[in-house]
């Protein structure tokens, strides 16, 4: 990933925190050597994170609801990862037409997005993430979808790829 802007450190913004294990994976204890700001609207979450899941010192973290703070960010981002579940629900504000354009102020010109999406794309489930990839594509974004292939379609994640250029 951070070949692919053919420069180190790489600057990545991960919307959701979680245990931090995508700030981890990114972070300069890895070949990756991202700079990461991480945004998460529970600081409880975020304490979690930090004291028991080992969340990189470095990792700069804003307690803050991920709408917010793309409203507000002035930074360019190469790799904005979007986890922003509650239980299994998205907030439906941070996946919307004016919320990705946010995204795509914040985008660096080769930059690219990852939108972990728990929910189907097909059938009568697969509604919002059928949603959710006309959104991104009406938002000016190529976009690419890879699914994961756990039992079941109830089960299923997918992981939306977007960037402002075509992907190779």
Same mark, same amino acid.
């Given at each position: *990933?951070?070949?692919? %802007? ?19 994976? @990114?972070?300069?204890?890895?070949? *990756?050597?991202?700079?990461? /700001? ?5 600081? /409880? ?14 990792? &700069?973290?804003? &307690? ?18 979007? /986890? ?8 439906? %504000? ?41 959104? *991104?594509?009406?938002?000016?974004? %190529?976009?690419?979808? *890879?699914?994961?292939? &756990? ?12 960037? @402002?250029?075509?992907?190779?």
């Amino acid at each position: *990933l951070a070949s692919y %802007h053919g420069k180190k450190p790489s600057k990545a913004l991960v919307l959701g925190l979680g245990g931090g294990i995508v700030p981890l994976f @990114l972070s300069d204890k890895n070949e *990756l050597n991202y700079s990461i /700001d991480a945004v998460e609207l529970n600081k /409880d979450i975020i304490e979690i994170a930090q004291t028991h899941f080992y969340l990189p010192f470095d990792v &700069e973290v804003f &307690e803050e609801d991920a709408r917010r703070f793309l409203n507000a960010n002035q930074k360019k981002y190469d790799f904005i990862v979007m /986890d922003v579940f509650n239980g299994e629900i998205t907030p439906s %504000h941070v996946l919307s037409i004016e919320a990705f354009e946010k995204v795509k102020n914040a985008l660096s010109k080769r930059g690219f997005i990852v939108i972990n999406f728990n929910g189907n794309i097909s059938g009568k489930l697969g509604v919002g993430g059928r949603s959710l990839y006309k959104t *991104l594509v009406k938002s000016g974004f %190529h976009v690419k979808v *890879l699914p994961s292939f &756990e039992k079941g379609e109830k089960n299923r994640n997918n992981l939306f790829i977007a960037s @402002l250029t075509p992907l190779d």
